[in-house]
């Protein structure tokens, strides 16, 4: 009987068991949702209670401690800066599993593991106007676009002229006075 025996073995030997946690939980950090399966995603639940507790602690010592678990620089100053602070005020439970269905290879129960701050990126909804702007800008030939970018280009020589012309001006005022001016 295995009363009181906490953890998974997933038929793995320790060492294999706890590298494919730390992946895990590496992606699970820097993702925010992983697909895994059931046995695995609740196994990780534990792992990342415990990473989130060391990030929301903020210490020097909590953060080298999460260093040496995740390995990886970016992915603790993430948890440190972005993920504990989101979750300060939450006593536990900082992951949500939901159930995928079976996998088609080997029918294993497939799940989602993914942090409770994780927000679907809105998507903007354009309205009709603008798609069919899109539409239209796709549609139109490119030779009228080569046309505008030549009209941009003879603007430019022209300004550059005038700019020139008006320079020529101001180097052209110290003529010579002619004799009428002389006599004046």
């Known amino acids: 009987m295995r009363h009181r025996v906490a953890g998974r073995k997933l038929s793995r ?13 590496v992606s699970l950090l820097q993702h925010e949702r992983i697909q895994t399966t059931l046995a695995k995603g609740k196994e990780l639940r534990s792992w990342a209670d415990k990473i989130v507790s060391l990030g929301k602690q903020g210490t020097l010592h909590a953060r080298r401690r999460a260093f040496a678990l995740l390995r990886n620089e970016g992915i603790v100053k993430k948890l440190f800066d972005d993920i504990a602070p989101k979750l300060k005020d939450r006593e536990g439970g900082y992951t ?22 994780f927000s679907h990126p809105e998507e903007k909804k354009k309205s009709t106007l603008k798609k069919a702007k899109e539409v239209l800008e796709k549609v ?12 941009k280009e003879k603007k430019e020589k022209k300004a550059k002229k005038e700019e020139k012309g008006v320079s020529k001006e101001k180097k052209e005022k110290p003529k010579k006075k002619s004799s009428e001016e002389k006599n004046k």
């Open 13 to 25: 030997h320790s060492q294999h068991r706890e590298l494919m946690f730390r992946n895990m939980l």
């Open 96 to 117: 949500r599993i939901y159930k995928m269905g079976w996998r088609q290879g080997d029918g294993a129960p497939l799940s989602l593991v993914e942090l409770v701050t």
């Open 140 to 151: 139109t030939p490119k030779k009228k676009e080569k046309g505008k970018e030549k009209e």
